[in-house]
């Protein structure tokens, strides 16, 4: 959070930093309080229960205020630095910019392990099948949206778990927005909790659902 900061006054940019406590165990929410003293653009977002990443970034993106919002993942996997990139793709008229691991021009820094990264292009290959975007990279949690865009995508967000970014891409295309995929530096961090094979019955319920809501015509209409 402190890089983040960092990074961002050293550029003169007016922000706030949206931290979400989805009722973790790890004291996140303790640790914010404790530094948002001497930390006035820092705010602390609490679930009431562990719902799924999905649901913590919808509640935090709904709650930004900014005219652009950027989602990411608290190990900074991908590198704040790499927002300027994000800014520089929307200018010509694009609605949101998604990070990239898988475009032309991106860099693994540290890969995930075999099983994982495996893992990964597999779900990404068979969900494209069924939900397709025409993206190389969904799952990549940096993704940069103007405020307009933002606030029409994220109500009509029903996943909670994982497949909530493939969600997001299928509903703003349905409602008409440009979307730009950026490729970006990333690196692996140590520690993830996301447990692939044991959300598997979860994930693949929540991409049918999108699949269904999708046929029925649900994300159609701006809310």
């Not at 397709?132 to 933002?150: H, I, L, R, S, V």
């Not at 029409?152 to 996943?159: E, R």
């Not at 044991?198 to 929540?206: G, K, T, Y």
Request: proline content about 4%; aromatic content about 10%.
């Amino acid at each position: 959070m402190r890089r983040v900061r960092d990074y961002l006054s050293a550029r003169g940019i007016s922000f706030e930093i949206i931290v979400v406590d989805d009722f973790s165990e790890d004291q996140t929410g303790e640790k914010v309080e404790r530094i948002s003293a001497d930390f006035p653009e820092l705010k602390l977002l609490r679930l009431s229960s562990h719902q799924g990443k999905g649901a913590a970034v919808k509640a935090g993106i709904l709650a930004g205020e900014g005219q652009f919002i950027l989602m990411t993942d608290a190990d900074l996997s991908t590198p704040i630095e790499e927002l300027e990139k994000m800014e520089t793709a929307v200018k010509p008229g694009f609605d949101l910019a998604i990070g990239s691991r898988r475009a032309a021009g991106a860099k693994i820094v540290r890969r995930q392990p075999w099983l994982r990264q495996n893992i990964g292009l597999a779900f990404g290959f068979l969900t494209g099948l069924i939900v397709p975007t025409g993206f190389k990279d969904t799952q990549c949690g940096f993704k940069y949206f103007k405020k307009e865009a933002a606030k029409k995508i994220f109500p009509l967000q029903t996943a909670v778990g994982l497949p909530f970014d493939l969600e997001i891409l299928a509903i703003a295309e349905r409602l008409g927005y440009k979307i730009v995929e950026v490729p970006v530096s990333w690196q692996d961090a140590e520690g993830s909790k996301v447990r692939p094979i044991a959300h598997l019955p979860r994930v693949i319920r929540e991409v049918l659902k999108i699949r269904w809501n999708l046929w029925r015509g649900k994300y159609f209409e701006k809310s």
